[in-house]
């Protein structure tokens, strides 16, 4: 038997005006998803805990079967882990991400945030500017005083360690979640060590405005990545392994660090993929292709599939639409030719980890639609992969059981 996780990130949505009140898995063509849902078991979910903040972070580990509520420290400790940064005592970890705020004349606290992720920024061009920022001499002697370093990254999104820093009462708020908003109040508050951080973010951006790479930037018509944003802090962590727990062994193919970085920590195996790219041009057919390969060595592979979330942070509904049209006809419909070829029986959990709204553009923690197909019987459920079938289906009050529901535990 074969087992299949596939994560739609934020695919899962409340009802759009613009779609004639509904939402996009209802109104995307999804006939692959559809048939696994027809002849599956359609329900929905809890994968965020209350009290915790909803996002990836805490939505996918709930599904890998690690309790946030009992292994969470913060998202940047997850996504280090990828990289392999090794966080010592006393170290604080951060995702430093590239963005952008407005280009107008008013001081930097007063400015808008315009985008999480200076535009879907290319890989060199933010390694570049990150590389850069803390090679400029003013910059770097602030960030040595804060005990302050950064590990670039091929995309967006950067990992920066602060050594012997106190984050007690430190408020970091997501920038994907206020976008369009003036940042004064939405900087990092609630601690001395906060405004340490304030004002490396302020410094930053005299830095990164005016580069000649955010100067050829905006000449392209791109958005410039003229500022960092520090957010998601949070020590060492560690979490318990998924082949000792469930008995399986697998690996994980993603574009983004946080999927990799929760791989490392349960033992699976991290699979990148040539083109893939976490946005809405990623190699989709590449990830499909990993999984069945994957799958000829072990019992279990995850597939995850960034674009729908970074298309809605962006205010992109039709591209929204098309990452899910594409996961469906470019991702599931190659995987399940490669496991009816192969002859495997199998068993698939299809969902996407958490809601990422239309509306706000940000987060949402509501329960999401979840399939569970299995290859030997046909359950003729009738359902469609969307919401309003999950809602009408077994409702689920924890991730953290969907794996034993898929391994039949």
Do not use: Q
């Given at each position: 038997m074969k087992y299949i996780l596939i994560i739609g990130d934020g695919m899962a949505d409340n009802p759009v005006p613009e779609l004639g009140g509904l939402t996009p898995l209802q109104h995307a063509d999804t006939p692959e998803l559809d048939a696994l849902a027809s002849a599956g078991a359609v329900g929905s979910v809890r994968t965020c805990p209350d009290g915790l903040?909803?996002?990836?972070?805490?939505?996918?580990?709930?599904?890998?079967?690690?309790?946030?509520?009992?292994?969470?420290?913060?998202?940047?400790?997850?996504?280090?882990?990828?990289?392999?940064?090794?966080?010592?005592?006393?170290?604080?970890?951060?995702?430093?991400?590239?963005?952008?705020?407005?280009?107008?004349?008013?001081?930097?606290?007063?400015?808008?945030?315009?985008?999480?992720?200076?535009?879907?920024?290319?890989?060199?061009?933010?390694?570049?500017?990150?590389?850069?920022l803390f090679e400029d001499p003013g910059f770097k002697v602030r960030a040595d005083a804060a005990g302050m370093m950064v590990y670039p990254a091929l995309s967006f999104r950067h990992i920066a360690v602060q050594s012997g820093a106190d984050v007690k009462g430190i408020s970091l708020r997501p920038p994907h979640d206020h976008l369009g908003e003036i940042i004064?109040?939405?900087?990092?508050?609630?601690?001395?060590?906060?405004?340490?951080?304030?004002?490396?973010?302020?410094?930053?951006?005299?830095?990164?405005?005016?580069?000649e790479l955010n100067v050829k930037r905006r000449a392209e018509g791109k958005m410039p990545a003229n500022g960092v944003?520090?957010?998601?802090?949070?020590?060492?962590?560690?979490?318990?392994?998924?082949?000792?727990?469930?008995?399986?062994?697998?690996?994980?193919?993603?574009?983004?660090?946080?999927?990799?970085?929760?791989?490392?920590?349960?033992?699976?195996?991290?699979?990148?993929?040539?083109?893939?790219?976490?946005?809405?041009?990623?190699?989709?057919?590449?990830?499909?292709?990993?999984?069945?390969?994957?799958?000829?060595?072990?019992?279990?592979?995850?597939?995850?599939?960034?674009?729908?979330?970074?298309?809605?942070?962006?205010?992109?509904?039709?591209?929204?639409?098309?990452?899910?049209?594409?996961?469906?006809?470019?991702?599931?419909?190659?995987?399940?030719r490669g496991l009816r070829l192969a002859g495997w029986e199998h068993r698939i959990l299809a969902l996407s980890d958490h809601k990422t709204l239309t509306s706000t553009r940000g987060h949402d923690g509501d329960p999401v639609p979840f399939v569970i197909f299995d290859s030997r019987r046909d359950c003729r459920s009738g359902a469609k992969y969307c919401e309003r079938d999950g809602e009408r289906g077994v409702y689920v009050d924890s991730g953290t059981k969907l794996m034993d529901m898929l391994f039949e535990r």
């Open positions: 903040p909803p996002g990836s972070d805490t939505a996918i580990m709930s599904i890998f079967g690690c309790d946030p509520r009992k292994y969470y420290t913060g998202r940047a400790p997850l996504e280090a882990a990828a990289t392999g940064v090794a966080l010592r005592p006393g170290d604080v970890a951060y995702r430093c991400n590239m963005v952008t705020y407005e280009d107008s004349g008013l001081p930097f606290a007063e400015r808008r945030i315009l985008s999480h992720s200076a535009g879907s920024i290319d890989g060199e061009t933010s390694a570049a500017l990150a590389r850069a004064a109040g939405i900087l990092p508050s609630g601690c001395e060590n906060a405004g340490a951080l304030r004002e490396l973010m302020e410094l930053a951006f005299g830095v990164l405005d005016n580069h944003w520090f957010w998601a802090e949070g020590t060492a962590a560690r979490l318990p392994n998924f082949t000792e727990a469930y008995g399986k062994t697998g690996g994980v193919v993603s574009a983004v660090p946080l999927c990799h970085g929760i791989a490392a920590l349960i033992g699976l195996e991290r699979v990148s993929v040539e083109g893939a790219t976490g946005e809405l041009d990623t190699n989709y057919e590449g990830k499909a292709e990993a999984a069945l390969k994957l799958l000829r060595e072990h019992d279990f592979a995850a597939i995850h599939v960034e674009a729908p979330d970074e298309c809605t942070h962006n205010g992109d509904l039709d591209g929204k639409l098309e990452a899910i049209r594409r996961i469906d006809a470019r991702a599931v419909a190659p995987l399940m």
